[in-house]
């Protein structure tokens, strides 16, 4: 059975959005226009039982949106790429994968380098948006190695700058 883009292209197209989306509101730390890409109760389950001190677990679309934002407020700047989706469509349900590169810098200094995977429950609620039923996160790589390069930029918010 084909769930992928040739059977269902628009939904695949918002999907896929859908994750990039999440990566762009991380790194621009764009809190609304984050809560706003989950269901009203979304989770977003990070490291699971196994990762101790690296696990975070919330539950509502504002808690996720907020304890996102507590996190990514600890560093100095956090950039976090999403590569390789697979997605599948099921009508107005979608499960995705997909494959996160993170670098991050605390305040102080110091340095994360994160490899993992999200697996994805997406559906298309009642005003056909798609959005994050559950996000799931699990490392497969950490690395505390100080990053000593030189920051040479700050997230910055607000839209697209063809859409200003």
């Excluded at 226009?33 to 989950?38: K, P």
């Excluded at 389950?45 to 996720?64: L, R």
């Excluded at 699990?138 to 190695?145: A, G, I, K, L, N």
Aim: proline fraction near 5%.
């Amino acid at each position: 059975m084909n769930t992928g883009p040739d059977a269902f292209p628009a939904a695949y197209v918002a999907v896929l959005d859908l994750l990039n989306r999440f990566t762009d509101t991380v790194n621009r730390r764009d809190w609304p226009a984050l809560q706003a890409l989950f269901c009203e109760d979304g989770v977003w389950d990070v490291g699971g039982p196994d990762a101790g001190a690296y696990a975070s677990y919330f539950e509502g679309a504002a808690a996720v949106a907020a304890g996102i934002e507590s996190l990514v407020s600890t560093f100095e700047f956090l950039v976090q790429t999403n590569h390789a989706p697979v997605i599948e469509i099921s009508g107005r349900r979608a499960a995705a994968r997909s494959t996160i590169h993170e670098f991050m810098r605390p305040a102080g200094g110091g340095g994360i380098t994160v490899l993992g995977s999200y697996a994805d429950e997406i559906v298309q609620e009642g005003d056909d948006r798609w959005r994050f039923k559950k996000r799931s996160f699990r490392f497969v790589y950490v690395d505390t190695t100080p990053l000593t390069g030189q920051v040479m930029a700050r997230p910055q918010g607000g839209t697209l700058g063809c859409m200003a």
